[in-house]
């Protein structure tokens, strides 16, 4: 699962560059196939039943499985971006959250950027606690603890939601395989982490309400109250010698070092 870990971040990469003012979201789920194919491999969102994209674009309230379109970037918008790509029968799945800059609201871009930051730390704090995990729940227990630990927002003083009705996976020879991944403690420990163990964490949180509802789309998640949502995925292997960050080019060396964790290559 080396392979396809390294060609959704190569995507999901060439993705992040190209976020900018005018461009459209069918122009990065464009790009984002491109490198997919380019590298031998396939989408496999495209193999999700009634889904044709590469990507999912999810702009501002939006939190999840926005689809990508005719939909133009605005400066200031904060853009969530899911990908996954199979390879030889195995899969890998990311998603990273990118603010687009604007230098007329440096309030707006400052907010945006906290609650990214936020998310993407409390998926390395679930990250680090897998490493030495007894059970599954403790990783939903270490985002929880790490998003009430920052407390109500610095900037805007807003404090952060975590979705519930949405949940991490297993992956492997399916993107999205048993058990669920939850992003928040639950009273149940779950399935218990051994060597093999191949999981997708991916905590969404938002700005105000847990509270969400699908557009008329029938894919886009939204929240309630509208305020902005942000996502960020890791597909991350448990094996004989540690753990292994599948879809980080340095297997998540620099997001767990502030955790004391260091991830250990496969093999
Ligand atoms: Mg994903
Ligand atoms: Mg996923």
């Given at each position: ?7 959704t971040?190569?995507?999901?990469d ?11 979201t ?7 196939n491109?490198?997919?194919l380019a ?12 889904y044709?994209h ?10 999840v499985?926005?689809?990508p379109?005719?939909?133009v ?5 904060i853009?969530s ?10 899969n890998g799945?990311s998603?990273?959250?990118v603010v ?6 440096p309030d ?7 609650l ?8 390395w704090?679930g ?6 995990a ?11 603890d790490y ?12 404090t ?15 993107m ?6 939850f992003?928040?403690?639950t ?5 218990e ?22 557009e ?25 010698g ?10 998540g060396k620099a ?6 964790v260091?991830p250990?290559?496969?093999?």
């Amino acid at each position: 699962m080396v392979e396809p870990g390294l060609i959704t971040a190569a995507a999901l990469d060439a993705v992040r560059a190209m976020i900018a003012p005018g461009v459209t979201t069918g122009q990065l789920d464009a790009e984002a196939n491109r490198v997919i194919l380019a590298r031998g491999a396939e989408s496999n969102f495209q193999l999700v039943r009634g889904y044709s994209h590469t990507l999912c674009v999810s702009i501002n309230e939006q939190v999840v499985h926005g689809i990508p379109g005719d939909r133009v970037l605005e400066p200031g918008d904060i853009v969530s971006v899911d990908c996954g790509a199979q390879y030889k029968g195995w899969n890998g799945d990311s998603a990273i959250t990118v603010v687009v800059p604007d230098a007329a609201r440096p309030d707006v871009v400052a907010r945006r950027e906290e609650l990214s930051r936020v998310t993407e730390g409390s998926l390395w704090a679930g990250i680090a606690a897998l490493a030495t995990a007894s059970h599954i729940g403790d990783i939903g227990a270490a985002i929880q603890d790490y998003i009430e630990a920052q407390g109500p927002s610095a900037v805007s003083g807003e404090t952060y939601g975590i979705l519930r009705q949405y949940v991490g996976h297993g992956i492997g020879r399916k993107m999205h395989e048993s058990p669920s991944v939850f992003n928040y403690r639950t009273p149940d420990p779950g399935p218990e982490v051994r060597p093999g163990l191949v999981l997708a964490i991916e905590p969404m949180v938002t700005a105000g309400t847990e509270e969400t509802f699908v557009e008329g789309d029938e894919w886009t998640v939204s929240t309630a109250d509208g305020t902005d949502g942000s996502h960020w995925e890791h597909s991350v292997a448990v094996h004989d010698g540690g753990i292994w960050v599948l879809t980080a080019p340095d297997g998540g060396k620099a997001g767990l070092a502030p955790f004391g964790v260091e991830p250990r290559q496969i093999g």
